[in-house]
């Protein structure tokens, strides 16, 4: 990294909330970090935290202008999971060590037909893509289940409300749509300051069962992430 023009937001933090759940309690809360490296990468990374402060997910990405997503990273660690994706010109090699994969490595290929993403990385396509975002143009992502080492396609939309500007992240397969609906991105209105995010979490969990369970809940930031402050690296 270069120190002279890195961008640092150090320590941003966010609670999280289950939707499922009719109290506020917080059920996660995450530290995320982002810099402007060099050339136009940008580096972030998100580390979820439940009791006690332990760690539950850790999740990073390097993204660029040009291609979009060129590393991604999620680690579980009380499942004992961990997945990574490496992309370069639209070819991905994944690993992964899970429950899926008996705990052992499997490495598999991928291949997208427009630009990946992550949770992590969309906030950065959004930056990349607002002035069409803005015109009312929709933009179509490839998002990448690093879990499970597969994407699917998703549709990125702004719509305005009386405080936010709002993105919404949906998928564009119905059975997902079902599942999961939207996630939304609220930003302070005409800005590209990130408040609240709504809709699907990183981290998850086992049931009694051995089946997985996803979470959807709200993450509130304690001070709004100023993703405009990244354009002069990115744009």
């Known amino acids: ?14 609670v999280v909330k289950n939707n499922k759940h009719q109290s506020d309690r917080p059920v996660f809360e995450y530290d995320m970090n982002i810099a402007c490296l060099s050339q136009g990468q940008l580096h972030a990374t998100r580390l979820w935290r ?3 402060q332990t760690i539950v997910a850790k999740e990073e990405v390097t993204w660029c202008p ?37 705990h052992k490595t499997k490495q598999k290929s991928l291949k997208f ?11 950065f396509e959004i930056v990349h893509h607002w ?10 992502l490839d998002y990448i289940v690093l879990k499970v080492q597969a994407h699917t396609k998703v549709t990125l939309q702004k719509r305005e409300t009386i405080d936010h500007t709002v ?6 397969n119905w059975f997902w749509r079902m599942l999961f609906g939207s996630t939304e991105y ?27 369970i996803e979470y959807l809940g709200l993450a509130q930031f304690e001070s709004p992430v100023d993703y405009g402050r990244l354009r002069e690296c990115i744009v």
Do not use: W
């Open 1 to 14: 990294m270069n120190s002279d023009t890195a961008i640092n937001f150090q320590q941003v933090k966010a």
């Open 50 to 52: 439940g009791t006690a």
């Open 66 to 102: 040009n291609q979009g997503l060129l590393y991604g990273m999620m680690a579980q660690p009380h499942l004992n999971e961990e997945g990574s994706l490496t992309v370069a010109n639209n070819m991905a090699t994944s690993v992964l060590q899970s429950k899926k994969s008996a």
């Open 113 to 123: 037909t427009t630009r990946p993403c992550t949770l992590l990385s969309i906030p």
């Open 131 to 140: 002035s069409a975002l803005k015109r009312g143009e929709k933009v179509c």
């Open 167 to 172: 993105v919404s992240v949906t998928p564009n």
């Open 186 to 212: 609220y930003y302070d209105r005409n800005t590209l300051k990130l408040r609240k995010i709504t809709g699907l979490l990183e981290p998850r969990d086992l049931n009694v069962k051995g089946k997985y």
